[in-house]
């Protein structure tokens, strides 16, 4: 900006300033569609507006936190003691100032007796910190900090009161450099930071054991020597100087020393002071390491507002369920930081690990840092050996604990002023239930690799022979688990040729016929066909009852495979049915001591899965918990079958409206299939896409629809534009997007998915419900209501003809179709069903679950509607 | 309070009670007092001479409102024209010392950062501080109100319905104006502001 400005800058900075003012209250399409109307024809208008807007999310912390809180620092350094270097204090020698901070001048010092050669670090206090009672103090904290005797800290050697009256405390010289500019200067990755961090960690561990406090935990207090250690300077010290602690009390205010950005929000508050507020420094120490910079003054988590609403002076807790449950991440460029950062250095692996697997990673330890920052300090990490403990697990691969908690954090302000009035439980019941369809096939991917081996030698080698001779390939493209797309047509020609041929050729070896007939009926799944994959099981099915008996374990085998795909065409009742059968005969096999642990815990999962489709959750979750049990020993790429059956019990847990429930299993299923030798990646595209449904309904947008953009992505990339999955991905995105309002791109990603459904599915798919609720609910809340009522009709009617009554996904349409007709003002009609739907829905999932407090604002919506006047006709 | 002159108490009285009648020097007269009494007990509390403190500002204005008048003699009024002056000391007092702040580091120790400089950051922060400064000036002239709301939000900590009483306005104004002007001393600061003496000090 110049100096001067004419007349006509000033007016445009005006209007600029006014437009910017109301666009303040829109995000996405609409904050653009009132842009392009407002500046038409203005470039320069235009121009400014923007460059102004650009900075929303930059500035959304800035200067949130009073100028003075940051001044605290330069008061106390400003009139520094005078240099006292020569001088003796206590039996040492001042060499040289090293520092000064807070609380009074550092010095490098020896022993002036020349006792011993060492060097040490002598902190003489300012005199405005000390008071009367230190000597005493010190004497009696000396004993237990003396005895901190541990790698990763700086021991505390002596201390006293110098002959000028002034206390000072003598500790071990640390050579070494910040921990921050150790970090930033050597440009670590993010593993050594953690790896540095863990023995930040460590040290505050032993403390902690010994009872000591830190209390002051920051970078300036950390250094790391030349081999890489780093040391905890002043521990200690802080509660050492603090005058409130007199002997024997129990309340520890810590109000004397601390700094702003690392204080825990009960520190700021002069609350008790636990070993849990260093583990909230901990926190944001982590976070910094990991962001790669300090954050500037006028950034991040601002000490004492922390936990203070933006826009007002109350604490946090006072309105709990307004406030986000951690201010720790809100701050988008520091998350984004992290993950950026993580997502960047695992790119060296020759893209090896998808960018799904990347961005998770990063949000685990977006995770880790916000569980540690958590406001309340019960929900923090117990210990800094816990949170210690979680960085090794991150480091390991293993599952971090700090989930359950961490998706509430992201949401923030965004959506709570993008949230919808009323939103919808239909199609979000219908995702889950997709999300069950999904991974019965995870199981059919983990078992399909076994396939081969498992049929005795000779055969599995004729087989083999024949199929290999057939397709012209050594390895067989369907059982690898990440099929490429390129290969999709070379690989459906050579299947319906194989098709043709093994009838013909193998009209006389019926078993052998049996058995690749399984194998194709596996491989057209592979490839999405379900109609011909069912045709080929059927028929292995028929065979195989037919000339090995149905007892037999083959039989068995073909009937679950069979099973698995009826669930797909949404045929529960003879995927029940079937399924049934093969349970009772592994049942059988066990007494008898045969045991297929892998195709009984298959057959059980898709037992579990039909009925949990058909609305019974007790039944569903009782096989499925019975499956994994059964499943229990298998080991290797066997294990994704114990992952598939986790994502469902989540997936029933979530039916049940144990939404955290649901969310724990789905992490235990992507961190098993993380361990897979082959590492599924469209399974885990699933996974991704059920997480992100289920944030949906937990109303957290935003993290939602990265975990469902990501499952799109990687959908695309291994099963292609066409397949279930992928079609599946994109409803749950519409759904999201409907959810957050932008109903533009809600209605483009259900058209699509509409438009591929319509080629690849059958009339009457139950999969069909699903958009059409979606897409009704969109077409209602853009003003189509007619439209949007026949939608949803079709959807119920469908619903109601393929699901038992009392069903959620019914329940989930009726709330749609409800609204809809609210807004026609056909207030009786609406009635009945949003008053089932309610009830449904309560049964179901409990009160408390969002689902159902959706369809109770419905309802409430409805009657508030009602009580008005009725508009003039 | 007893420990401070009434004298003082009386004069800082007067003036609020001579500008809601209309004096139009009061303002001039008053700020001298104030910013004085909050330069003394910034001081006091930052460098934790006080017990209590709680290193909120608003403490500290609510502390000199209640040392510089008498409250059973001004009107709701002059209690408001009182935080409106106070925001802004409280904004000359925290920029004056840290331009002294950035000036001594950059006369001296600074340029060469040893890794042994506990404290690197009080220097940047006093800079940037002093930047803002500068920045908000280059706000106030085209948009005065936002000026107002950043002073009265950041330096004197005051929050939206605080603000929004003092300056007679409602909540939306105020978080309407500081949201935009958040935006647009980010952006000053962003692009390195205008060229002038707060860019000095960007070493």
Request: hydrophobic residues 40%; aromatic residues 6%; charged residues 25%.
């Amino acid at each position: 900006m110049k100096g001067t400005k004419t007349e006509s800058e000033v007016e445009r900075l005006r209007r600029a300033d006014e437009i910017v003012q109301s666009a303040l209250e829109f995000w996405g399409d609409e904050q653009r569609a009132l842009l392009d109307e407002a500046c038409t024809g203005d470039a320069l208008l235009r121009a400014e507006v923007d460059s102004l807007l650009n900075y929303r999310e930059q500035a959304k912390d800035f200067i949130e936190t009073p100028a003075f809180v940051f001044g605290a620092e330069w008061w106390a350094d400003g009139d520094g003691a005078p240099g006292k270097v020569g001088q003796r204090v206590g039996a040492y020698q001042l060499v040289r100032e090293i520092g000064h901070g807070g609380m009074g001048v550092v010095y490098l010092a020896q022993r002036a007796d020349g006792e011993f050669e060492q060097q040490v670090a002598l902190k003489v206090v300012r005199r405005s910190f000390a008071d009367a009672e230190l000597g005493r103090r010190f004497r009696r904290e000396r004993q237990i900090l003396a005895s901190l005797n541990h790698p990763n800290i700086a021991r505390l050697l002596d201390g006293g009161v110098s002959a000028e009256g002034e206390p000072y405390i003598v500790m071990e010289h640390v050579e070494g450099v910040r921990i921050d500019d150790y970090c930033n200067a050597g440009d670590l990755s993010t593993t050594a930071r953690l790896r540095l961090f863990r023995g930040v960690c460590r040290g505050i561990s032993f403390a902690h054991q010994n009872l000591v406090v830190h209390r002051d935990i920051k970078p300036s207090n950390i250094l790391v020597t030349a081999d890489g250690t780093p040391k905890l300077l002043d521990f200690g010290i802080a509660k050492l100087l603090d005058p409130t602690q007199g002997g024997g009390e129990h309340t520890r205010t810590g109000m004397r020393a601390f700094t702003p950005d690392y204080a825990s929000p009960e520190q700021v508050s002069g609350e008790q002071i636990t070993t849990a507020s260093d583990v909230y420094s901990l926190g944001v120490l982590l976070r910094d390491l990991l962001a790669g910079s300090r954050p500037s003054m006028w950034h991040g988590r601002a000490g004492p507002t922390a936990g203070q609403p933006r826009w007002g002076a109350r604490p946090a807790r006072d309105h709990a369920q307004d406030a986000p449950a951690t201010t720790a991440l809100t701050h988008y460029p520091v998350a984004e930081t992290i993950a950026t950062n993580v997502v960047r250095e695992t790119k060296g692996d020759g893209g090896r690990t998808p960018t799904a697997v990347r961005k998770f990673a990063g949000v685990e330890l977006q995770n880790i840092v916000a569980m540690a920052m958590h406001d309340e300090p019960a929900r923090r990490y117990a210990s800094a050996a816990q949170l210690d403990e979680d960085i090794q697990r991150y480091l390991d691969g293993r599952p971090v604990r700090a989930q359950k908690d961490s998706f509430t954090y992201r949401a923030g302000k965004f959506i709570r002023r993008n949230r919808v009035g009323v939103a919808a439980a239909g199609l979000v019941l219908l995702t889950l239930v997709g999300g069950i369809i999904a991974t019965v096939w995870q199981a059919r991917r983990a078992t399909a690799e076994r396939d081969r081996a498992r049929v005795e030698a000779a055969k599995s080698a004729r087989i083999n022979e024949f199929l290999q001779h057939l397709l012209g390939f050594s390895q067989v493209g369907w059982i690898s688990p990440n099929p490429q797309k390129k290969n999709v047509s070379t690989i459906a020609e050579a299947l319906d040729e194989a098709s043709k041929r093994a009838e013909r050729e193998l009209a006389d070896q019926p078993e052998i016929l049996a058995a690749v007939q399984f194998t194709l009926g596996q491989s057209y799944f592979g490839q999405g066909k379900v109609d011909l994959a069912v045709q080929h099981l059927r028929a292995s099915m028929e065979t195989r009852r037919r000339i090995l008996g149905p007892e037999h374990l083959d039989t068995a085998q073909s009937m679950t495979a069979l099973a698995e795909q009826f669930v797909f065409q949404g045929k529960y009742g003879e995927a029940e049915t079937l399924s049934r059968e093969a349970v009772a005969t592994y049942r059988r096999a066990r007494e008898r001591g045969e045991v297929n642990a892998r195709w009984f815990a298959l057959a059980l999962n898709v037992f579990g899965v039909s009925v949990g489709y058909k609305g019974d959750a007790p039944a569903s979750e009782a096989a499925l918990l019975e499956a994994v049990q059964v499943g229990a020993n298998l080991t290797g790429q066997d294990r994704g079958m114990i992952a598939v059956i986790y994502s469902n019990v989540g997936i029933q847990r979530g039916n049940q409206g144990d939404i955290d429930g649901a969310v724990d299993y789905l992490q235990k299923s992507i961190e098993e299939m993380r361990h897979l030798p082959d590492k599924p990646l469209s399974n885990l595209a699933i996974n991704l896409s059920n997480l992100g449904s289920f944030m949906t309904i937990k109303g957290e947008y935003v993290q939602a629809e990265s975990l469902l953009r990501e499952a799109h992505d990687l959908n695309l990339q291994t099963v292609g534009d066409k397949h279930l999955f992928t079609v599946m991905s994109l409803i749950y995105l519409a759904d999201n997007y409907c959810e957050q309002g932008d109903y533009d791109r809600a209605i483009k990603e259900v058209n699509r998915a509409l438009t591929i459904q319509r080629e690849t599915l059958q009339q009457g798919h139950i999969d069909f419900a699903r958009s059409w609720t979606i897409r009704g609910k969109i077409l209602t809340r853009l003003g189509y209501l007619a439209e949007g009522e026949e939608q949803l009709r079709l959807a119920l009617a469908l619903r109601q003809k393929a699901l038992k009554a009392g069903h959620t996904a019914i329940a989930g349409t009726q709330g749609a179709l409800g609204e809809c007709l609210t807004a026609q003002g056909r207030y009786a009609e609406a009635e009945p069903l949003l008053t089932e739907s309610h009830k449904t829905l309560a049964a179901k999932l409990g009160a408390n679950d969002p689902r159902t407090q959706k369809a109770n604002r419905r309802l409430a919506a409805l009657h508030q509607a009602w009580l008005k006047p009725a508009p003039p006709a | 309070m007893e420990q401070f002159s009434d004298d003082a108490s009386h004069e800082v009285t007067q003036i609020l009670r001579d500008w809601s009648g209309g004096d139009a020097s009061a303002a001039e007269r008053l700020m001298p007092l104030v910013y004085d009494e909050l330069r003394r007990l910034a001081r006091s509390y930052l460098r934790r001479e006080r017990s209590d403190h709680t290193l909120q500002p608003t403490a500290l204005v609510n502390e000199a409102y209640l040392k510089l008048v008498d409250q059973s003699r001004v009107s709701w009024q002059d209690r408001h024209h009182f935080f409106g002056i106070a925001a802004q000391m409280m904004r000359r007092v925290l920029v004056d010392h840290a331009r002294a702040n950035a000036a001594e580091k950059r006369g001296g120790q600074r340029d060469k950062v040893s890794l042994e400089d506990v404290d690197v950051s009080t220097g940047q922060r006093a800079a940037e501080l002093v930047e803002l400064d500068d920045a908000l000036q280059r706000l106030t002239e085209v948009f005065p109100r936002k000026g107002k709301v950043v002073e009265l939000r950041f330096f004197g900590g005051f929050s939206v319905v605080e603000s929004a009483e003092i300056l007679g306005v409602s909540d939306k104004t105020i978080m309407r104006e500081w949201e935009s002007a958040k935006l647009w001393l980010y952006r000053e600061l962003d692009e390195g502001g205008a060229p002038g003496e707060g860019n000095e000090n960007r070493v």
